[in-house]
């Protein structure tokens, strides 16, 4: 871990205050940001760890708990709301027998809410890791799902 | 917007057959930064972010501020619920995003700029690294511009999923590796921004302007629109119409073309009931509106917004008292909890929501709400808590009777809300097929 | 960067430099030209919208759907090409077909198996499909 974690500082090196870039880039190899991790991330960048905490913990994206391997975000927002993702969400807990904030047992899925993610068009929308789905009804989340 | 579809956003040639980057070569060999800005002040173009600042001020306070170094920044946040105009362009055309914050930096005396871009919008972010390598390879961002001696870089920073950090101060906070909270102002970023430098920080759709601007010149742009807010205006049009979608029309198209003409009007006939501009800070606009024009005065005085041009299109089977909670859902959630009125205030007004749409509500809610949204509209530190209660100001104005049958009889009519509807009329309302048959 | 890689690819630079207004002109003339001759050649060019809306309604599918038609059917001389979103985003995943000398056609709402006959009729019968 440690390694990465120098890689990562090492190659943002020439940035002026990288911390949330470093975050980014830290979660995307190692899946979450671990105490451990965020330890590291502080030593390297020499920031307390309380800021580094502080940092990590405020935003959304960055996650200080251990996902699932896929992290499915369900669009909340107004637009998607009367499209019918309260319908979407009690479908998705129904197939992947979690909660919001909650991983499948076999460590697959995670489900989270999010606001709107820009395609209200074809609402209602979900985000599974970087990708985008719109016009979600029961079967097609059905094919979606199957593919991860 | 005038090239997106038109071009393959992944290829600078594209950009270029269609005049791209011919106003930033003329800018930095023709013309002096003062004179820059005069042309975008005589344009009369005003921020697209939503606050509807004249940019040529700004532009000018950010070049007449004094600073060892500064920066332009591209707010590419979007995080207005029902707004992807900056998606798109920066999906479609990204170059045009490029030009103008050379254009903006060469203009106001900065050599870096950074795009702030939610961390949601990976597509645009991948197409916006590609534009940045294809130009800089060209020599068009870099240095030695034109050979004009001008250098201008731009980097790109990834949001992380925070509402807040649309707003200006607290957008900064977070690329100097802070959380991103907003900060009082004054100083505003004009004069002391990022890294206590100043720094231009503009919306995408307004920098997407600017190009064409400098291209056509300020009387071309004053043509369209309407006198106090000249030009065009992106419009992300979402809900229950025919043509969801984006459209750009000149500033002051009354919302019912916009619906009609563009929208294809509503779905199945409905009713049109209530339309919400400017995203979730926006107030919502009822069927007397209709013929209101869309600019940033005419709305103003209504005191409705025209923020980011989002409008959420809803017919009669939707509930006021369902979509105002999910609107303080949103605020509860994205609040940065740094001031009370802000944190506190929107747990309240949602609670109270809550209450009146599980038939608990009592009249004497209504007035704590109102008292509520008072306090919060004026002593919140940012936009984000001032602005909050907007959709709880204009539904009580405008829709106070179904807030009263919730309250009253106990009922939602549209049987939207959970708490108060059989499960028979539940499943008449669509069930499995969530009424959105594709 | 495995992207910028990519680039190279779909849009060679060859290292061309513009220092002047002047040469950036010559530059649009010459992709201009350039490009007529290729436009001449093709006779057909068909446009997949590729926002963020569009693929998340399947753009990508309809576009191999759309090339794997082409290549069973051995057509040749027609142009394949992206652009971003253009605002009908509730008609996605959409399709521009345009045939020299006629009025460009949009499709919308395609899926993969529309889009097959949309080459078949459009481009091979030359038959606008009208209800799409
Ligand atoms: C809570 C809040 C959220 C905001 N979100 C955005 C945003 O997502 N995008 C944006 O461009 N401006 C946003 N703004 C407005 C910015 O603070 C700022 O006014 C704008 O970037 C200025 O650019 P302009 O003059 O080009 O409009 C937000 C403001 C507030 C108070
Ligand atoms: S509201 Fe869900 S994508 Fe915009």
């Not at chain 1, 807990?93 to 809410?113: A, R």
């Not at chain 2, 009370?340 to 038939?359: A, F, H, Q, T």
């Not at chain 3, 992709?31 to 399947?58: F, H, L, P």
């Amino acid at each position: 871990m440690e390694a990465t974690i120098e890689e990562i500082t090492k190659a943002l090196d020439s940035e002026r205050t990288p911390l949330i870039s470093v975050l980014h880039a830290v979660q995307a190899e190692l899946g979450y940001l671990s105490t451990e991790g965020l330890k590291i991330v502080a030593k390297k960048l020499d920031i307390p760890l309380s800021k580094v905490y502080g940092v990590a913990t405020f935003y959304t994206l960055l996650d200080t708990e251990e996902k699932g391997e896929n992290v499915i975000r369900l669009c909340e927002s107004a637009p998607c709301h009367i499209k019918g993702a309260t319908n979407i969400l009690t479908e998705l807990q129904d197939k992947l027998d979690i909660d919001v904030g909650e991983t499948t047992d076999d460590n697959k899925f995670s489900l989270e809410m999010t606001s709107c993610l820009g395609i209200c068009a074809v609402a209602p929308a979900i985000m599974i890791n970087g990708t985008v789905y719109g016009n979600l009804t029961s079967k097609k989340l059905d094919s979606i799902l199957d593919r991860y | 917007m005038r090239n997106c579809g038109h071009i393959d956003p992944e290829n600078i040639k594209d950009y270029i057959t269609r005049d791209g980057y011919q106003a930033l070569g003329t800018v930095v060999t023709e013309l002096k930064p003062i004179e820059v800005i005069e042309i975008i002040e005589q344009s009369g173009l005003r921020g697209r972010g939503g606050a509807g600042f004249p940019t040529g001020l700004k532009w000018k306070f950010t070049h007449q501020a004094a600073g060892k170094e500064k920066y332009v920044v591209a707010n590419a946040d979007e995080g207005e619920p029902g707004t992807s105009k900056d998606r798109l362009i920066m999906e479609g055309d990204p170059h045009s995003l490029l030009e103008a914050m050379a254009i903006a930096g060469y203009a106001i005396g900065a050599n870096t700029g950074y795009i702030y871009i939610r961390g949601e919008y990976q597509l645009a972010i991948k197409r916006l690294k590609i534009a940045i390598a294809q130009a800089k390879e060209m020599g068009l961002l870099g240095e030695n511009l034109f050979d004009s001696g001008f250098n201008f870089e731009i980097k790109i920073r990834e949001g992380a999923g925070a509402y807040v950090c649309g707003e200006e101060t607290a957008l900064l906070k977070s690329i100097e590796g802070e959380r991103g909270e907003p900060q009082v102002k004054p100083p505003y970023p004009t004069n002391e921004g990022l890294w206590g430098q100043p720094t231009l920080i503009n919306n995408v759709e307004t920098l997407a302007n600017i190009a064409v601007i400098i291209r056509e010149g300020a009387e071309w742009f004053n043509e369209i629109g309407t006198e106090g807010c000249p030009g065009t205006k992106v419009f992300t049009l979402s809900g229950d119409v025919e043509n969801e979608g984006i459209i750009e029309l000149p500033m002051g198209t009354p919302l019912r073309r916009i619906i009609e003409g563009f929208g294809g009007g509503m779905v199945d006939d409905k009713e049109f009931k209530v339309a919400q501009s400017g995203g979730s800070s926006g107030g919502c606009m009822p069927k007397e509106l209709l013929d209101t024009p869309m600019d940033y005065d005419s709305l103003a005085e209504i005191g409705m917004t025209l923020g980011s041009g989002a409008l959420l299109v809803m017919d009669e089977t939707h509930c006021i008292v369902d979509i105002a909670k999910c609107l303080m859902q949103f605020f509860k959630h994205e609040s940065c909890g740094k001031c009370v009125p802000c944190r506190e205030g929107n747990k309240r007004l949602y609670n109270r929501l809550d209450k009146i749409s599980k038939g608990e509500g009592e009249l004497e809610d209504l007035e704590r709400l109102r008292d509520l949204a008072d306090t919060m509209s004026k002593t919140a530190l940012c936009g984000l808590g001032q602005m909050a209660p907007t959709s709880i100001y204009t539904t009580l104005k405008y829709f106070k009777d179904e807030y009263l049958t919730h309250i009253e009889d106990n009922n939602c009519t549209t049987g939207s809300c959970r708490g108060l509807v059989d499960l028979e009329v539940q499943d008449k309302r669509g069930g499995k097929d969530y009424g959105n048959n594709n | 960067m495995a992207e910028v890689k990519r680039v190279k690819r779909t849009c060679e630079l060859e290292n061309k430099r513009i220092n002047s207004l002047r040469e950036l002109n010559d530059f649009k003339e010459e992709i201009r030209e350039e490009r007529v001759g290729n436009q001449k050649r093709a006779g057909v060019r068909i446009t997949t919208a590729m926002g963020s809306c569009g693929i998340a309604v399947g753009a990508q599918e309809i576009l191999e759907a759309i090339s794997d038609e082409l290549t069973t059917r051995g057509l040749e001389d027609i142009s394949i090409h992206n652009t971003g979103c253009i605002g009908l985003c509730e008609q996605e995943p959409l399709v521009k077909i345009k045939i020299e000398d006629q009025p460009a056609v949009f499709y919308g709402n395609l899926t993969p198996e529309l889009a097959r006959e949309v080459v078949k009729n459009h481009i091979v019968d030359n038959q606008i499909i009208a209800s799409c």
